[in-house]
Structures are given as C-alpha cells and as structure tokens.
C-alpha cells in the first residue's frame, strides 16, 4: 500500500472517531436533558399543584404545560435514538471494537420489559399522573364557571396528546 493511500486511510479512521466521539457525547447530553424535563417536570407540577390546592382553577393549567415538557423530553428521545441508529449503521460496520449500539438494539429487538419500556413507562408516568392529579385537584371544587369548563376540555385534550407522544416512541 503506498504512502499516501495509508495517510488517507487513517485519516478518515481518524475522523471517524472524532465523529462517534462527538455523538457518544450528544447522545449523553441529550439523556442529561430528559433527566432535566423530568425534574422541570416535577418542580412545576409541585408548585401548580400546591397552588391548586387552594385554587384549583390553578391546578388546570397545568396540564398543557405537561404536554409541551413531554414532548421535548420525546424529542430529546427520539434524537436519541436516531444517533445511535446512525452509529450503528456507520461507524460500528466501520470501527473495529464497536459493538454497544448494535448489542443494545440486539437487546431491544427480543422483547419483554427492557431498560428503555421501563424508562418510557416511569417519565412518561410522571407526566400522565401529574397532569391527572391536576385534573383531580380542579375538580375538588370545581364552581361550573365556563373557564373551568374550558380548562378541563383543553386538559383532557393535551392527557390524550401526551398519551399519543409517548405511543410514537416505540
């Protein structure tokens, strides 16, 4: 092999592993960042719900809220997935050694209650139950004013939202 074939070749090796390095760090950035909507998640609801306690029409709103911190946190999961898929499919074929990804989806493909059904099940839990417990909350004293109406239609519009996000992560 001549020289300069060599050079090109462990060029590209090496910008290979710059790149799986790069996405190894995005894909724990990314699981770092849906740790944070959970915990965002759990702040909010705390501060909605304890409000709501003493106004309920407080607990309400929160639900929509819930809705958009769900979906960034389907987001943040489905990038997740798509970076492993591509080093998967390109650097594992490509890197010697490299094997997670390809082991992990091995994993994922046999069935049963894995890590990440688990994972979906208790963040997707949380939001499901906090915005439940806030429609629970406004009902407590629940007046029949129309904005309560109103709140509770949009909040059992943004619980089946929130069902159909996490549904499309499978």
Request: proline letters at 2%; a positive charge.
């Amino acid at each position: 092999m001549s020289n300069a074939v060599k050079k090109a070749s462990d060029s590209d090796h090496s910008h290979l592993e710059m790149e799986y390095q790069s996405l190894r760090a995005e894909i724990l950035k990314r699981m770092d960042l849906r740790q944070q909507m959970v915990s965002v998640t759990l702040t909010i609801a705390g501060a909605f719900l304890g409000f709501g306690l003493g106004t309920p029409a407080v607990a309400l709103v929160y639900p929509p809220l819930a809705a958009f911190l769900a979906v960034a946190w389907a987001q943040n999961d489905y990038r997740v997935r798509q970076v492993s898929t591509y080093i998967r499919e390109h650097h594992e074929t490509q890197l010697a050694g490299l094997g997670w990804e390809t082991h992990m989806q091995a994993q994922r493909s046999r069935g049963g209650v894995g890590a990440w059904r688990l994972l979906l099940m208790s963040h997707g839990g949380i939001f499901l139950l906090t915005q439940w417990m806030a429609i629970g909350i406004g009902l407590l004293k629940f007046t029949y004013a129309p904005v309560e109406y109103a709140l509770l239609v949009v909040d059992v519009l943004f619980v089946v939202i929130v069902i159909w996000v996490l549904a499309q992560l499978k």
